[in-house]
């Protein structure tokens, strides 16, 4: 690995992020005369730590993916700003935007999308390491090709070099398509839903590899996920998102053991679990998402919580600090909703 992998063993010294957002904002305009945009990202901030995995969590169309797209300036933000080490990223074409793609890669949800079917495991991955790493000698290719094949665990790689996607698993699949990230050396992995596509039986081999690349490599892991248990096991921190806003976020076991906000409590509750078939029914939320053309005002999870006060119709919360470390955008937590808190939590909360 190159020497930019080393920044000791937790990153968590460093008080600069390697990757962050700064009030990043993405609207999409709506077709048609009426100037109206769809509000699929308002506002988020978020840091990414070397050595580090944060979870984005939340259901489809919250505006995960979108993070991760802004993130990996595959699309131009509206408003806010993307940081790399503290600098902002402003370039989107040429050799700065090479250089920032070599420093942070994405993996993509769907392997079979993601892979060319006409293209061998040998061309994807060659391909990789001279649009990253330049020129090198035939030798040098071939050594780099093995080791990127045994870094993800499919051994013994002249197995795999001459396969064709098609020839290969789910599984072997998307390990080829982060054996190409790693292609770039890179301190940044961008995992959009990088498991839910595979079967179950799998899903944990690859995250117990995205870990184990990791721990080994001080990298950087943002993992998108719309399943909150998987982020219990494999993040060390969560940050939950609804309606293209950041409404949770803390230490991964606090905010899945101990959710603040209500729908996170939704969330937790609706992964099946026998145990907490009571708490499911105690925050059942009502209805659907909201539009994102005309988000509801005030906290946009107000017409599905079952805790809404006047104030969440009409004022934005801000984030409350909880005592075990997460912090939660929700007007429960203000000192003058002691009383509505009790009702809503009982006294524990």
Known sequence: MSSHSHHGDTGRTSETPLLAARELTKHFPVKGPSRRVVHAVDGVDLDLHAGEVVALVGESGSGKSTVARLLAKLMPHTSGEVLLEGDPVTSRFGRRFRAYCRRVQMILQDPFASLNPIHRVRYVLTRSLSIHRGRMSRDERERMLFELLERVDLTPPERYLEKFPHELSGGQRQRVAIARALGADPEVLL???????????????????????????????????????????????????????????????????????????????SAPDADRLEELEKTE?????????????????????????????????????????NEAACWLYADDAKAQREAAFGAKA
């Open 285 to 325: 939320a009502q209805g659907e998402p909201p539009s994102l053309i005309a988000p509801p005002s005030g906290c946009r999870f107000n017409p599905r919580c079952p805790f809404a006060m006047e104030r969440c119709r009409t004022e934005a919360p801000p984030m409350f600090a909880g005592d075990d470390g």
């Open 191 to 269: 995992a959009d839903e990088p498991v839910s596509m595979l079967d179950v039986s799998i899903r944990i081999g690859v995250l117990n590899l995205l870990r184990d690349l990791k721990d080994r490599f001080n990298l950087a892991v943002l993992y998108i996920t719309h399943d909150i248990a998987s982020a219990r096991y494999f993040a060390d921190r969560t940050v939950v998102m609804y309606a293209g806003q950041i409404v949770e976020r803390g230490p991964s076991e606090a905010v899945t053991q101990h959710p603040r906000h209500p729908y996170t409590q939704l969330l937790i509750a």
